[in-house]
Each structure stands twice: as C-alpha cells, then as structure tokens.
C-alpha cells in the first residue's frame, strides 16, 4: 500500500504561483510514477503532469506546459509541482497519484491517490 498526502493549496491572484507538495509513504518502492490530476468544478479529472519516481522522465498537458514543472525529492518521498503563471482556469482541486506500472495520462493506470488539495484562482 501507498499513501498519497497532497498540500499547498491556495487561493493565489491571476499570474502568481503556488507550489503543491505531495509526499508518498508506505511501499514507495513499489511506485513506477507519481502523476498529478486535477479536477475543476462540473468538469472531469484531467492530467497535469507525471514524473517517474526513478529518472527524470517528465510529461506535461499542453494546457500547463511552460507554466507547471513537476519534480520529485526521492529522500524525502515527495514530489512537488511548481505552477507559475496561474490563470482562471487552473482553479481545480488537485490530486497526486501513483502508478506502479507505467507513466500515463489515464487515471485508470494509477493504483493510489491522495486526497486532493484545492487550487483557488482569482482575478
């Protein structure tokens, strides 16, 4: 068993910056990568970004591309994603999760989440 515990959320102005911490305990060694979804309001979770827990492979959904960089601190357990230049439409509760088979942008391939941790948007 993994468990996934996410934090940092915020509500942060239009073009400010928040970093999202979430940190893995349990059999880490079992996690093949460690993805971050995110799910706004009347919509469907959507990915983000996924990084591999050993490596440093990294893909990122083209909404987020140049704003977000997800990286991990393996002694620590936790991987981190950095969004910069927030707008609106990043408002959306943000979940972690990990997969122990492959690096995907599909919520079916992720074993474990966390709990989510609202991202707040404003003008």
């Known amino acids: 068993q993994v468990q996934l515990v996410e934090s940092g959320g915020g509500l942060v102005q239009a073009g400010g910056f928040l970093r999202l911490s979430c940190a893995a305990s349990?059999?880490?060694?079992?996690?093949?990568?460690v993805g971050w979804f995110r799910q706004a309001p009347g919509k469907e979770r959507d990915f983000v970004s996924v990084?591999?827990?050993?490596?440093?492979?990294?893909s990122y959904a083209d909404s987020v591309k140049g704003r977000f960089t997800i990286s991990r601190d393996n002694a620590k357990n936790t991987v981190y994603l950095q969004m910069n230049s927030l707008k609106l439409e990043d408002t959306a509760v943000y979940y972690c999760?990990?997969?122990?088979?492959?690096?995907?942008?599909?919520?079916?391939?992720?074993?474990?989440w966390g709990q989510g941790t609202q991202v707040t948007v404003s003008s």
């Open positions: 999760a990990a997969s122990g088979m492959r690096m995907s942008t599909v919520q079916a391939s992720y074993d474990y």
């Open positions: 349990g059999r880490t060694s079992s996690m093949y990568a």
């Open positions: 990084i591999r827990w050993s490596g440093y492979i990294t």
